[in-house]
Nanobody
Framework: QVQLVESGGGLVQPGGSLRLSCAAS????????MKWYRQAPGKERELVAT????????NYADSVKGRFTISRDNVKKTVYLQMNSLKPEDTAVYYC?????????WGQGTQVTVSS
């Protein structure tokens, strides 16, 4: 079955960096677009970044453009989110996601806290 496992979250000071990873299994990873979402306390889940199956095209929320970079390794079946110049408002649980046969699949999430 489809499994997505995030890692790499943690506590970081404002201006710092983190790299999140999402290891995928149970489907042909290289055939599917992947997304990163985040959900802050008391807020709705929001789309952060998208990458096509080949990795040639990406899209970002305006709030993270120029600071975050989504990438993927189709051999390792892993999608990444490099987060630079982190701000307190980036604090959230981050989830990776894929749409597989019309069903949304989510990982368990990884907590990112930006605080001094």
């Amino acid at each position: 079955q489809v499994q997505l496992v995030e890692s790499g979250g943690g506590l970081v000071q404002p201006g710092g960096s983190l790299r999140l990873s999402c290891a995928a299994s149970g489907f042909t990873f290289s055939n599917y677009a992947m997304k990163w979402y985040r959900q802050a306390p008391g807020k709705e889940r929001e789309l952060v970044a998208t990458i096509t199956s080949s990795g040639r095209s990406t899209n970002y929320a305006d709030s993270v453009k120029g600071r975050f970079t989504i990438s993927r390794d189709n051999v390792k079946k892993t999608v990444y989110l490099q987060m630079n110049s982190l701000k307190p408002e980036d604090t959230a649980v981050y989830y990776c996601n894929t749409l597989y046969y019309s069903n949304n699949y989510w990982g368990q999430g990884t907590q990112v806290t930006v605080s001094s």
